[in-house]
T-cell receptor, first 111, second 114 residues
Framework: QKEVEQNSGPLSVPEGAIASLNCTYS??????FFWYRQYSGKSPELIMS????GDKEDGRFTAQLNKASQYVSLLIRDSQPSDSATYLC???????????FGQGTRLTINP | GAGVSQSPRYKVAKRGQDVALRCDPI?????LFWYQQALGQGPEFLTY????????KSGLPSDRFFAERPEGSVSTLKIQRTQQEDSAVYLC????????????FGPGTRLLVL
């Protein structure tokens, strides 16, 4: 079992709809959770970080964390074609500094 | 302000050649990380520096890979006797502290070993 798992997609969503991206992790002592966006040929760019259970909203983005279920998600409201990218879920476990990434979910927003 | 920079952006090497990849972190950032990203995969951790100290090198795939950060700023990742399986994008990231802060990534070096 991989430490961080994501559905590789592709996930296709119509413009204006809500895109829902999911991630599960295996290490119960994971402490910090991040969503990065990566456009093709570019480097990862931070979208959201979340550290405690519940929801965290930033503009059109909402991150949700459920430590009991070892599950973190990212919702993108009012999806735009410019949101088309690969979304990487990353986790840092207790006592560590390194990011452990999932393989990424490729999202396409259709105009 | 300036972000993380890496050079070269692209490198083509013949199998068996040595290569050196450079990373300039954000000024003042204490922590520096190297990751390797294969096509279609998420980045994988290689090594971590806190200032000049290499605190974690558990991700380096073989003893052909070596990294240093002698003055606690610029870092170099060296790959000796390159193999085709070393072809990947090498990403450098830095963060301001040592408490799981956000890591900011450079543009990466795309290495192709022929």
């Amino acid at each position: 079992q991989k430490e961080v798992e994501q559905n590789s997609g592709p996930l296709s969503v119509p413009e204006g709809a809500i895109a829902s991206l999911n991630c599960t992790y295996s290490d119960r002592v994971s402490q910090s959770f991040f969503w990065y966006r990566q456009y093709s040929g570019k480097s990862p760019e931070l979208i959201m970080s979340i550290y405690s259970n519940g929801d965290k909203e930033d503009g059109r983005f909402t991150a949700q964390l459920n430590k009991a279920s070892q599950y973190v998600s990212l919702l993108i409201r009012d999806s735009q074609p410019s949101d088309s990218a690969t979304y990487l879920c990353a986790v840092i476990t207790q006592g560590a500094q390194k990011l452990v990434f999932g393989q990424g979910t490729r999202l396409t927003i259709n105009p | 302000g300036a972000g993380v920079s890496q050079s070269p952006r692209y490198k083509v090497a013949k199998r068996g050649q040595d290569v050196a990849l450079r990373c300039d972190p954000i000024s003042g950032h204490v922590s520096l990380f190297w990751y390797q990203q294969a096509l279609g995969q998420g980045p994988e951790f290689l090594t971590y520096f806190q200032n000049e100290a290499q605190l974690d090198k558990s991700g380096l795939p073989s003893d052909r890979f070596f990294a240093e950060r002698p003055e606690g700023s610029v870092s170099t990742l060296k790959i000796q006797r390159t193999q085709q399986e070393d072809s990947a994008v090498y990403l450098c990231a830095s963060s301001s502290g040592t408490n799981q802060e956000t890591q900011y990534f450079g543009p990466g070096t795309r290495l192709l070993v022929l």
